[in-house]
């Protein structure tokens, strides 16, 4: 029988799939169009781009949360930060409240954690602006999972090139892009969609979100 592991695994990479497909069909119709035509859709192709980095991205997130969550893993046996995931809302409520009973109700649910499941609202912890790099940085944080040398070394691409650009055709600047420009686009983020479904999925196998 298929696990519910290898089928979340399935699912992953038929979406990186399927997107992939889509930014290459961008690409070929790009190239095989011309003049006005081909400018129009090599902008259109940019916005896409960042589309699917920030969709698949926040996607592959929330499903290794759902993961966690579906699975019944007990609190005390997940990384600090998930740890701390669990019981951000509850973080929140108590500083804004400053209520010194609700303080000590949190206190209470820390020392039932051997005993409580990981449980979070992934639509709402992934929930975020444009994905720039710092974003990405803290999204990654609280999911236990690291900020890899590659995303350091495309910040520049991610925040000025990916973010910036479609930011500015978004918000209505006739911004051209050239081919080239958008084979960069393009090939940048099939490489961090790549390296990001690589990373979730290895947490998922070897059990990275445990406590050592």
Aim: charged share 25%; glycine share 4%; hydrophobic share 40%.
């Amino acid at each position: 029988m298929i696990s519910r592991l290898e089928l979340l695994v399935d699912r992953m990479d038929g979406q990186l799939s399927r997107r992939r497909k889509e930014l290459t069909d961008i690409r070929l119709t790009s190239l095989r169009s011309s003049g006005s035509t081909a400018e129009t859709i090599r902008r259109a192709g940019h916005i896409l781009a960042y589309a699917h980095w920030e969709g698949f991205s926040k996607d592959v997130l929330a499903q290794y949360l759902n993961y966690l969550c579906d699975t019944r893993i007990k609190l005390d046996s997940l990384k600090v930060q998930l740890q701390s995931l669990n019981y951000w809302k509850i973080f929140k409520s108590v500083a804004a409240s400053a209520d010194f009973s609700a303080a000590i109700g949190l206190i209470q649910q820390f020392d039932e954690r051997s005993s409580r499941y990981f449980l979070v609202d992934s639509d709402e912890m992934i929930r975020t602006g444009n994905l720039d790099s710092q974003k990405l940085r803290s999204l990654l944080n609280i999911c236990a999972l690291e900020y890899r040398p590659i995303y350091q070394t495309r910040e520049h691409f991610i925040d000025q090139v990916l973010c910036g650009r479609r930011h500015r055709i978004a918000h209505g600047v006739l911004e051209p892009v050239s081919a080239a420009e958008l084979a960069t686009a393009l090939d940048g983020v099939m490489e961090l969609c790549q390296e990001l479904n690589e990373q979730v999925q290895e947490a998922l196998i070897y059990d990275h979100y445990s406590r050592p």
